[in-house]
């Protein structure tokens, strides 16, 4: 079934405790497979737990080229820890380590545009109990957040 809307969810946590960033993304898994797929030229199918360790490399390798982070004007290497199911949705878990304090978070973010000329990105930056969302509509690709 094909949904009208192309939409995906990047929420960046600021954990104080662990001094990490903990990003999760959320994308409809049928898009994500369909972009993989041409992409990458193979068979895509995240929910096949025989192919867990293929898409875990091609979901890796998509996100790092498609979602840049920097923390405090410097950009951070992103590590991938792993992607589940959820329904029609993909969720996938990004860490950075050693980030002791946040003032300012830059996203740029282009997960899907090289499929959809209609994508919007929703981004959610959080530090304690500070929330700071937007959407993000293709071609538009950066969004900044100071605390």
Do not use: W
């Given at each position: 079934m094909?949904?009208?809307?192309?939409?995906?969810?990047?929420?960046?946590?600021?954990?104080?405790?662990?001094?990490?960033l903990?990003?999760?993304?959320?994308?409809?898994?049928?898009?994500?497979?369909?972009?993989?797929?041409?992409?990458?030229?193979?068979?895509?199918?995240?929910?096949?737990?025989?192919?867990?360790?293929?898409m875990?490399?091609?979901?890796?390798?998509?996100?790092?080229?498609?979602?840049?982070?920097?923390?405090?004007?410097?950009?951070?290497?992103?590590?991938?820890?792993?992607?589940?199911?959820?329904?029609?949705?993909?969720?996938?878990?990004?860490?950075?380590?050693?980030?002791?304090?946040?003032?300012?978070?830059?996203?740029?973010?282009?997960?899907?545009?090289?499929?959809?000329?209609?994508?919007?990105?929703?981004v959610?930056?959080?530090?304690?109990?500070?929330?700071?969302?937007?959407?993000?509509?293709?071609?538009?690709?950066?969004?900044?957040?100071?605390?």
């Open positions: 094909k949904h009208p809307l192309h939409v995906s969810t990047t929420e960046i946590n600021f954990n104080a405790r662990d001094k990490t903990e990003i999760s993304c959320r994308i409809f898994s049928d898009d994500f497979e369909a972009i993989l797929s041409k992409l990458y030229k193979q068979k895509t199918d995240l929910s096949n737990t025989n192919l867990k360790a293929a875990d490399e091609l979901v890796k390798k998509y996100l790092l080229s498609h979602l840049q982070l920097k923390a405090n004007g410097k950009t951070v290497a992103m590590n991938y820890i792993g992607f589940e199911i959820d329904h029609e949705a993909t969720n996938i878990y990004l860490e950075v380590e050693k980030i002791t304090a946040v003032k300012t978070v830059e996203v740029n973010d282009t997960i899907l545009y090289d499929m959809f000329d209609d994508q919007m990105s929703i959610h930056i959080v530090k304690g109990n500070t929330r700071k969302s937007t959407k993000i509509l293709y071609p538009e690709k950066k969004f900044a957040a100071n605390f």
